[in-house]
């Protein structure tokens, strides 16, 4: 069984790879941001590193989407937080159609990206949490990571744009939205029975 879970910087994302990865007792897949070379420049500077970091990002993904598998066939479970669609199809999209990313270098990504999906299978479950624009700022400041002070409210908007309309013509697989927004799955344990009792709901039809 594979979870993945997908949404906005800051939405949540990690927190509840962790929790959910304790309930099940499966294995978690974080992504690679404090080893990432080019994470702080790229936000100094998004024109100047944003194809170095989407090529990064990409390759990182991938890698890591050849280890599930061979998880996966060894009868493991796995919760993995962010996958190599929202590289694609969220962020680079978005900083090339920011102006961000210039076309030729889009299109040299995008050629990769597309030899690459051919070879990665969509998880069991895709679980998008769905935040509002407050709910990212207030947690992306609660985790305080420097670089990330110079994260817009335009960018997160945008973003969270680019999320809605991927997740409304996903069909790679079974999806589960979640609006995270109100839910506090830290200090309420309720809150994030709710969840696992969705993702039971959808996966294993209990409930
Ligand atoms: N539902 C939640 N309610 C309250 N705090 C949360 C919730 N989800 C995450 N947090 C807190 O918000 C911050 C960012 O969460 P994180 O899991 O790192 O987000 P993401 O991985 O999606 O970027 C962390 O400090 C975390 O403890
Ligand atoms: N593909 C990406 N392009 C640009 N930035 C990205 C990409 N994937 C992740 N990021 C950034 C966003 C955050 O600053 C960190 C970690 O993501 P998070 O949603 O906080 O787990 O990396």
Redesign the pocket.
Known sequence: MHIAIV?????G??TLAHKLAQHFRWEVFL?D?DD?PY?KD??HDMPRWAFH??VY?LNGRFRQTQRIKELQKAGRGIIQ??TIY??AH???AN?HESGLLETRDYNNYYALFESMIDLVAPPDLLLYLRADLPKLVSQIEK?G?DY?NS?SIEYLKSLNEHYEKWISGYTAGRHLIVDVSELDYVRRPEDLGTIIDKINTTLFGLF
């Not at 949404?7 to 939405?11: D, L, Q, S």
Request: aromatic letters at 14%.
């Open positions: 949404g906005n910087i800051g939405a994302k990690t992504e941001v990432n994470l790229f936000y970091l989407q990002f937080d962010r929202e590289d969220i962020f680079a900083l985790r990571r990330e994260i």
